[in-house]
């Protein structure tokens, strides 16, 4: 697997070309691009698509936003936000009054008030270079004022430079562009299914593998088939009957999994190489290396989720290059637009070869405006200077906790890969969120509601990794 890099810069964001402007609301930087695009001449719109227009484009976005965001007040009352949220939208989240944020630059965000709050959620692990990030928001500005989608009916530049990059960096052969995880995941089921039709339908049989495993504490999504493979049965009991033929086995245990995988009878076995949702369990390399040499065994097709711990968050471009494990299928999602919605199933050739046109599809998936955001965060990402940010502020972030938490009866642990990094408590971390968002922290609950989840965008510099240290024991301390 790859190897992480072990010094950082201090700041490896990149720097605006315009003079410094406060922060601003998204809509209204994409909105003031429109115009300046709109009003250009016929011919520079022709010219859009040469180099030298595309790097104009940039810059021009960059002006514009700058004078977009001279001033951040919005107008938007929180108040007026609750009351329409909680009349006209279907009560799924149970938010409750918490701030309603308008708009964000780097790590920092604000709300209607214009307090000021440290992120180390980012969207629960999408926010990857953060808020605002200019190159992202030229990416996206750019694409805009183009092409933003004509289905899949057609063919676009930005999804096939994007697969390229997709599968030179990783054991992959063919991607299919989704929406999400979860679909990314219901997009796997049916991918191992239909190989498993496949093979035996070349042998002359008339049954096939059609069950699924999956791990404790597992999440791999809330649509049917995907909430079929989670763990939590808070999640899985209300729309019960689910799929018949899944079976669970226990994280990290060897012994469970292969009582578990069974030849002829497991199509699929799903497995996070660092849970997220689950606790912030990072899987070890035997545990890797049994369930790959379990799959080859039994024909079952391995399928790792690195919807959340993939693209940089465990200080390698994906998750598994910890360790020389590699999957048939890896499904990817939150980070990979940078804040817009894309999902992707990254698969071998042997599984591509056995799926044919129309056995799947999206309207939505791979489009223009989405891949070149995606783009411009991978080009990002892929970087030894990155990557280098990620392990170097990972290790301050665990090792800082460690220290300004010991003491603290209430910690057991402090865990993780890279930024993802997870608090265990032996009491509920849901009132800790509570006073570090008091404090200006944003931070989220994981497990059983016992473990601090920190998702820091990967930009996180040193000086805010020692804000939030501070500001989590403070927030212990007020919980006395």
């Not at 007026?80 to 149970?94: N, R």
Request: one cysteine or more; proline letters at 5%.
């Amino acid at each position: 697997g790859a190897t992480p890099h072990s010094s950082a810069p201090a700041d490896i964001r990149a720097v605006p070309t315009t003079p410094a402007a406060p922060p601003h609301a998204m809509a209204s930087a994409l909105h003031a691009s429109a115009v300046c695009l709109a009003s250009a001449p016929n011919a520079l719109r022709r010219r859009a698509a040469t180099r030298s227009t595309s790097r104009s484009v940039a810059r021009r976005a960059r002006v514009c936003r700058a004078e977009a965001i001279a001033d951040p007040a919005t107008g938007v009352d929180a108040e007026t936000v609750w009351k329409d949220e909680s009349e006209c939208i279907l009560g799924t989240y149970g938010r409750g009054p918490t701030p309603v944020f308008t708009h964000g630059q780097g790590c920092v965000i604000w709300d209607t008030e214009g307090r000021e709050y440290l992120d180390f959620t980012a969207g629960i692990a999408v926010n990857c270079l953060g808020h605002s990030d200019p190159d992202w928001v030229a990416a996206v500005t750019e694409q805009a004022g183009k092409l933003c989608h004509v289905s899949n009916l057609y063919h676009t530049e930005p999804g096939a430079s994007l697969a390229r990059k997709l599968t030179n960096d990783c054991f992959a052969d063919r991607v299919f562009y989704c929406n999400s995880g979860a679909e990314a995941n219901e997009g796997a089921i049916k991918f191992a299914r239909k190989l498993q039709k496949t093979k035996a339908e070349a042998n002359g049989e008339t049954k096939w593998a059609t069950g699924t495993v999956s791990f404790s504490n597992c999440f791999h999504g809330r649509t049917l088939g995907a909430l079929n493979l989670t763990w939590k049965e808070a999640y899985r009991t209300p729309f019960e009957p689910l799929s018949p033929g899944h079976t669970f086995a226990t994280y990290g245990d060897l012994e469970s999994a292969k009582a578990a995988i069974v030849k002829g009878k497991t199509a699929a076995v799903f497995v996070e190489p660092v849970q997220g949702e689950g606790g912030v369990f990072p899987a070890d390399e035997t545990f890797l290396k049994g369930l790959r040499e379990l799959c080859d065994e039994t024909g079952a097709v391995l399928v790792f989720d690195e919807v959340q711990c993939g693209l940089g968050r465990t200080g390698y471009l994906w998750g598994h290059q910890s360790v020389d494990v590699v999957p048939d299928i890896m499904t990817v999602a939150k980070p990979l637009a940078g804040g817009l919605p894309i999902g992707a199933v990254l698969m071998t050739e042997t599984v591509a070869n056995a799926m044919s046109p129309g056995d799947h599809g999206s309207t939505f998936a791979g489009g223009p405006l989405v891949c070149h955001a995606a783009n411009a965060v991978y080009d990002k990402v892929n970087t030894p200077a990155f990557m280098a940010n990620v392990v170097a502020r990972g290790e301050q972030l665990r090792s800082g906790l460690r220290e300004a938490l010991k003491s603290d009866a209430r910690v057991v642990e402090v865990r993780g890969s890279g930024l993802l990094v997870g608090v265990q408590l032996n009491v509920q971390a849901g009132p800790l969120v509570g006073v570090c968002r008091d404090l200006g922290l944003l931070v989220i609950t994981a497990g059983a509601g016992d473990v601090l989840r920190l998702l820091p965008p990967l930009v996180v510099s040193e000086s805010e990794v020692d804000k939030a240290v501070a500001i989590i024991a403070e927030a212990m301390g007020k919980m006395e």
